[in-house]
């Protein structure tokens, strides 16, 4: 019985990564088939895809680019979360923050990325630019998470606390900060693939000289999408590779404890 129960747990993994890559890969190459010789320009098959990514992917330069490209967005991410985790706490803790921070972060949230993009682009120095805007998508997820899960967990625990002679600080600590570990690892996954998306739409529209964004855009401006859609498709696996890792790493934590 258990090995059935394993066995159908792998197939059932096996299929979900291999059926859609199957059937959109498969859609991909019909499209590309049926289309007219110009327009091939535009939408090359998988197979020229993966062959121009296996000949320019791996190169120093391609992947100097690309360690640039994750530097820079961790950072921005890195940051976001820790600005966003203070200001869920001071804005749950002190009403004159949650007046003045409140309304930022909704704002933040509601502005489009491509605004932002071009608005930074008047103060920030390009290199810096995917940080900035990477650090701008972290914050207010991040601070959401905190605050509600702060706000959610306060009423009943605040009686024990005041029953029990419990200090807010003691309390917040040891108490109602485990609480909302949870959601905030949750919010962290979805928060780096917001940021990764927007950090390299920053280097596509700024272009900083090393990064995946100057690849996507030097070689639009080329007329060469075969290598569009390979950069495109480094940034996607990238992008996999990263928030399944940070997945994992938050499980681990919250088994262990």
């Known amino acids: 019985m258990k090995n059935k129960l394993t066995n159908n747990k792998i197939l059932d993994r096996f299929l ?3 059926l859609p890559l199957v059937f959109w890969i498969g859609l991909w190459e019909v499209l590309s088939l049926l289309i007219s010789d110009r327009l091939k320009l535009f939408l090359p098959g998988p197979i020229q895809v993966f062959e121009k990514w296996f000949t320019v992917g791996f190169t120093p330069t391609y992947l100097e680019m690309a360690g640039i490209t994750l530097l820079r967005i961790f950072i ?3 940051l976001g979360i820790f600005v966003g985790f203070l200001l869920g706490l001071f804005t749950h803790g002190l009403k004159i923050m949650d007046y003045i921070f409140a309304p930022a972060m909704k704002i933040i949230r509601a ?6 993009i ?3 682009f008047l103060f920030v120095d390009v290199n810096n630019l995917p940080i900035v805007i990477s650090f701008l998508m972290v914050v207010p997820l ?6 509600d899960g702060l706000a959610n967990t306060s009423k009943e625990l605040d009686a024990v ?3 029990y002679n419990v200090g807010k600080m003691k309390t917040l600590v040891q108490v109602k900060l485990p609480q909302i570990i949870p959601g905030l690892f949750s919010s962290s996954v979805s928060a780096l693939g917001y ?3 927007a950090g390299v739409a920053a280097e596509v529209l700024c272009t900083p000289a090393k990064s995946l964004g100057h690849i996507i855009y030097s070689a639009k401006a080329a007329l060469n999408f075969d290598e569009v859609y390979a950069a495109t498709l480094t940034v996607v696996l990238l992008s996999i590779i990263l928030e399944e890792l940070l997945k994992y790493i938050c499980e681990r934590i919250l088994k262990r404890a």
């Open 76 to 78: 921005g991410f890195l």
């Open 195 to 197: 940021a990764w998306k």
């Open 111 to 116: 502005v489009p990325v491509v605004s932002f």
């Open 118 to 120: 071009i608005l930074a």
């Open 16 to 18: 979900r990564i291999v």
């Open 161 to 163: 606390s005041r029953l």
């Open 142 to 147: 991040i601070w959401q998470s905190v605050y």
